[in-house]
Every structure is written in structure tokens, then in C-alpha cells.
């Protein structure tokens, strides 16, 4: 498709469930990036992916949150046992190889948790 | 440690005003610096970037931003707002050769009619 698109948009889940967002990037975005933006907060990275590779996972804030994209492509992020305080609009971005690209952001998933 | 800071959480604006949105870093190192703004219902959008050379940087919709070293200051300008800016806009900081952005908190702008 032309843009980033996420799965689902909107996610109620109830404290203790399992969740997993979606996120198709651009075809033939090898980088991919998941954010996480807190109510009045700016985006915060989670993840970053090169193709297949987890490079970076240092922003995921506990060993609740998994996420893969096996293929390169297709990404998902898994949120174990969800807490109220996971309660978030996820972002998915994705770029060509490169600095001089910036990201092209998804809309989001927004997750409440209840 | 490395931060962005909007000052400016919320504007308000009549149509025809000028705009600047205030944002400063805390980065140590060479730096890339963005805007993006996000309209309502709408995903983020990039509405200009600096990487080098001249420091004042024209974007898209009549938007611009100078980048002043010495003030590690972005500061986002328009001359005149019109209603359909109205939307939510932050800046970013990345280190060069990184991909890591660091967000300010976003400032929110209500453009009346």
C-alpha cells in the first residue's frame, strides 16, 4: 500500500489479557521502528528492526512487551499480561535504508487497558 | 541527558497570525532536527528537516524553521496561520548516523476562523 498501516486502530483490553498490534510497513522499507506515545506525551521508541534483525530493543519497558517481524516485512508487537499503565497509542514507522530518510509513521493502534 | 522541550503546550491563534513554536535540545553531538505535525484523525507527517547547510529550512504548507546552534534551538515559523493548521506539532532531535528520535511533548494549535 502507499502508507504504513496498523492493526487494529482501536484495542480495549482488560488488565491480564494477551494483545498483539499489526503493523504492514511500506514495501521495501527495510528499517522499522515501534513507538509508544503516552497521553500528552511525544512518541517514545520501543524497538527498531533492519529487514529481519532486532537491532535495537532497548526501549521496551518490560519483558511483558515481545515484538518480531520474521519475514522483514510484517511486524508484530506482543504485550503480555497488559497493565493499566500499558494503556498507549503504538506507533509503527518505517524508511529506506539510510539516514538522510526520515520515517513515514503509521496511525497508530490505540490500546486502553481496563 | 538528551531531551527535547516545547514550551508551548497549547496556541491559540486567529487566522492570518503569525506562528512560532518554541523547541530546544539537550543532545551532545552532531544532530538532525525535525518537525512533524499530526492533524486530527491523522497520522504524524513530516513537515521539514535539518541536516546541514543552511539553517534556515523551508518545509511544506509555507512552514519553516532555523536551526541556531549556539541556543540548540529549532524554533518552527509561519507568517500567516490559516484554519487548517490547526493540528498537533512536535519536534525531534536524532543524533547524526543514528535513527533514534527523541520527541519534545507536542503543542497543540487551534487556528480559529
Known amino acids: 500500500g502507499a502508507g504504513v498501516s496498523q492493526s487494529p486502530r482501536y484495542k480495549v483490553a482488560k488488565r491480564g489479557q494477551d494483545v498483539a498490534l499489526r503493523c504492514d510497513p511500506i514495501?521495501?522499507?527495510?528499517?522499522l521502528f515501534w513507538y509508544q506515545q503516552a497521553l500528552g506525551q511525544g512518541p517514545e521508541f520501543l524497538t527498531y528492526?533492519?529487514?529481519?534483525?532486532?537491532?535495537?530493543k532497548s526501549g521496551l519497558p518490560s519483558d511483558r512487551f515481545f515484538a518480531e517481524r520474521p519475514e522483514g516485512s510484517v511486524s508484530t508487537l506482543k504485550i503480555q499480561r497488559t497493565q493499566q499503565e500499558d494503556s498507549a497509542v503504538y506507533l509503527c514507522?518505517?524508511?529506506?535504508?539510510?539516514?538522510?530518510?526520515?520515517?513515514?509513521f503509521g496511525s497508530g493502534t490505540r490500546l486502553t487497558v481496563v | 541527558a538528551q531531551s527535547v522541550s516545547q514550551h508551548n503546550h497549547h496556541v491559540i491563534l486567529s487566522e492570518a497570525a503569525s506562528l512560532e513554536l518554541g523547541c530546544n535540545y539537550s543532545y551532545g553531538g552532531t544532530v538532525n532536527l525535525f518537525w512533524y505535525v499530526q492533524y486530527p484523525g491523522q497520522h504524524l507527517q513530516l513537515l521539514l528537516k535539518?541536516?546541514?547547510?543552511?539553517?534556515l529550512v523551508k518545509g511544506i504548507k509555507g512552514f519553516e524553521a532555523e536551526f541556531i546552534k549556539s541556543k540548540f534551538s529549532f524554533n518552527l515559523r509561519k507568517p500567516s496561520v490559516q484554519w487548517s493548521d490547526t493540528a498537533e506539532y512536535f519536534c525531534a532531535v536524532r543524533g547524526s548516523g543514528t535513527y533514534k528520535y527523541i520527541f519534545g511533548t507536542g503543542t497543540r494549535l487551534k487556528v480559529l476562523a
Open positions: 535539518y541536516f546541514s547547510g543552511d539553517p
Open positions: 514507522a518505517s524508511s529506506l535504508a539510510g539516514q538522510a530518510n526520515g520515517y513515514t
Open positions: 514495501s521495501g522499507h527495510v528499517s
Open positions: 528492526f533492519q529487514n529481519e534483525a532486532q537491532l535495537d
